[in-house]
């Protein structure tokens, strides 16, 4: 197995260095906490430590006010947690979101995941205005130009220039005659390297799915890391198919998480089969692990798969 350290990156992160060498990748996903301290955070997300490649950092999830994601990322990073900062355009203008990106670098934080953000109005303070002054396109262009010309919008020069490793979402659907992916290739186009999907339960709709990348020539320009996340209960399985927008959770899932004992742990199971199965599928490049509030039970899914000790065989 190639070392990652060995492997050129622009980032300098473990997460570049094992998709470019080749790795199968496992992130998982924190939300900050409602505190004002370190301690809450490192209880949280902890316990992904040595397991997950990276961590996501979400930036006001649910359109609530938490602590802020920078500092949250800052202080993963501090323990020896790479963590993947995101970036909504929702809360700030394209000044202070330069001004972040700059940050992130300086803390350490190689990898960014530029978003659009949930909608204020369906968060606990529906009065507050969004900003929305760029799209995330706009953001991974400036994060792509800060990174590789060494400047800002204004063409004034940042030096040393960050470092970055650049992230988008896209949403798998079950391609349609005549449908293109045409919002990820513009994503693309702007600066992503990496890809993390929403859910995709549906293992048949996300082979179809990559075949119609593969087809427009997407997968050879970017690494894929499909969403999966270990499942509480039937109950959250059927909220998340009629609340998550393209979110489909297959009828046998759900009536194998009715029909268990502890459904908690038959989630963790299920959740540990789709990451073992997505390990064989080409054009995967790794899987990004969600869960509200479980980070916990994702490592317990990270631990479980066998990805670790299979990478240290290899």
């Known amino acids: 197995m190639t070392e990652p350290a060995a492997v050129g990156t622009q980032s300098g992160g473990r997460l570049e260095a094992l998709l470019r060498a080749g790795e199968f990748v496992v992130t998982a996903e924190?939300?900050?906490?409602?505190?004002?301290?370190?301690?809450?955070?490192?209880?949280?997300?902890?316990?992904?430590?040595?397991?997950?490649?990276?961590?996501?950092?979400?930036?006001g999830a649910g359109a609530r006010t938490h602590m802020s994601a920078l500092a949250a990322a800052a202080i993963l990073a501090r323990e020896g947690i790479e963590p993947v900062l995101q970036f909504t355009?929702?809360?700030?203008?394209?000044?202070?979101?330069?001004?972040?990106?700059?940050?992130?670098?300086?803390?350490?934080?190689?990898?960014?995941?530029?978003?659009?953000?949930?909608?204020?109005?369906?968060?606990?303070?529906?009065?507050?205005?969004?900003?929305?002054?760029?799209?995330?396109?706009?953001?991974?262009?400036?994060?792509?130009?800060?990174?590789?010309?060494?400047?800002?919008?204004?063409?004034?020069?940042?030096?040393?220039?960050?470092?970055?490793?650049?992230?988008?979402?896209?949403?798998p659907v079950d391609p349609k005659p005549g449908w293109a992916p045409t919002g990820l290739a513009a994503k693309l186009d702007a600066g992503a390297d990496f890809v993390q999907t929403q859910y995709c339960f549906d293992l048949a709709l996300l082979r179809r799915y990559l075949a119609r990348l593969e087809a427009e020539g997407l997968l050879q320009r970017c690494f894929l890391l499909v969403g999966?996340?270990?499942?509480?209960?039937?109950k959250s399985a059927r909220w998340m198919n009629e609340h998550l927008f393209g979110v489909h959770i297959p009828a046998p899932i759900v009536r194998r998480l009715e029909a268990a004992k502890d459904q908690g742990a038959e989630g963790r199971r299920?959740?540990?089969?789709?990451?073992?199965?997505?390990?064989?599928?080409?054009?995967v490049a790794g899987a990004h692990l969600m869960a509200p509030h479980q980070e916990a039970a994702i490592a317990a899914v990270i631990a479980e798969s066998g990805l670790l000790k299979k990478r240290r065989a290899a």
């Not at 949280?44 to 950092?57: E, F, M, P, T």
């Not at 929305?132 to 940042?158: F, H, K, N, Q, W």
């Open 89 to 171: 355009v929702r809360d700030r203008n394209r000044m202070a979101l330069q001004a972040d990106l700059l940050g992130a670098a300086a803390l350490g934080i190689p990898n960014v995941l530029c978003l659009h953000g949930d909608d204020p109005k369906n968060g606990d303070q529906p009065e507050a205005k969004p900003v929305y002054d760029i799209d995330s396109r706009m953001l991974m262009a400036t994060a792509r130009r800060l990174r590789e010309d060494g400047t800002l919008p204004s063409g004034r020069a940042v030096e040393p220039r960050p470092r970055l490793f650049i992230g988008c979402a896209d949403l």
């Open 228 to 234: 999966l996340g270990p499942i509480a209960s039937a």
């Open 30 to 59: 924190t939300s900050p906490p409602d505190a004002a301290a370190p301690g809450p955070v490192l209880a949280r997300a902890g316990c992904l430590k040595g397991l997950a490649d990276a961590v996501n950092v979400t930036d």
């Open 270 to 283: 299920i959740c540990v089969e789709l990451l073992q199965a997505a390990m064989e599928i080409p054009g």
